[in-house]
């Protein structure tokens, strides 16, 4: 079995290193945030293009990076087991209209510049935190020079990220079937949790093995590599029974 695992929205495989060193076993970042996706086609395209020849594929996601999987382990027979980490459930349109998202989007974007990387790491990080030497890879990878404004800006491409964003109302990725594969959904629970994650949480396929986990919140698998590590190696040790 080989594991790949599709970001969230500007996540890059540092965020990605400390939950690979507790899974204890390798696992492949995909970052379809280079790419220019704007159709299901350049999707199953792009995905070959990361997999090769591979025969037996477990495939993680989170986040918008959970949508995508889900779609992805509907159309390719080599994906035999499914994690998403809080992604993959969610009708967006129940959140906010499109335009709305695609326009707060740009306008994160275009805010988060910065004059030196270190601003950018306290802007993430906050001043109190004595962030580890990963966790400051991570963001510094998550920037670019510009010069022309003379700024780090976040290294992404808006036209790229809103095709993506864009796909993702067009596929309706929660309402995708999952035939027999056995699926692992982990999220937080929110003291306080908003109406329409109530409803997507009851509405999940009661095939799926649903984890959710306290005191924790979107960025899990950043937040507590470990808690998340071993919900995953267990479920894996009861799917290859």
Not at 88 to 103: R, S, T, V
Request: negative net charge; hydrophobic residues 40%; proline residues 5%.
């Amino acid at each position: 079995m080989q594991f790949y695992f599709i970001g969230g929205l500007g996540g890059n495989g540092s965020h990605l290193a400390p939950l690979i060193e507790k899974l204890g076993f390798p696992v492949t970042f995909l970052d379809p945030y280079r790419e220019m996706i704007q159709t299901e086609n350049d999707l199953r395209s792009w995905f070959q293009g990361q997999i090769g020849q591979a025969e037996e594929i477990c495939l993680l996601g989170h986040s918008l990076g959970g949508d995508l999987a889900r779609y992805l382990s509907s159309e390719f027979p080599q994906i035999r087991a499914l994690i998403l980490l809080d992604g993959g459930y969610l009708d967006m349109e129940k959140i906010l209209p499109l335009e709305e998202e695609l326009e707060g989007t740009a306008s994160f974007m275009q805010q988060q510049v910065f004059a030196t990387l270190e601003e950018a790491v306290l802007s993430e990080l906050g001043e109190e935190a004595d962030p580890t030497s990963i966790a400051r890879k991570a963001v510094e990878a998550s920037y670019r020079w510009n010069p022309l404004s003379e700024q780090y800006e976040l290294n992404l491409d808006l036209e790229k990220v809103l095709a993506l964003l864009r796909l993702r109302r067009q596929m309706r990725t929660y309402q995708i079937p999952l035939a027999d594969l056995p699926v692992l959904f982990i999220g937080p629970r929110y003291q306080e949790e908003p109406e329409w994650r109530k409803d997507a949480l009851k509405q999940l396929d009661p095939q799926i093995k649903q984890v959710l986990l306290e005191g924790l919140g979107h960025e899990l698998y950043t937040e507590a590599p470990e808690i998340v590590a071993r919900e995953v190696n267990n479920w894996l040790q009861n799917v290859h029974k």
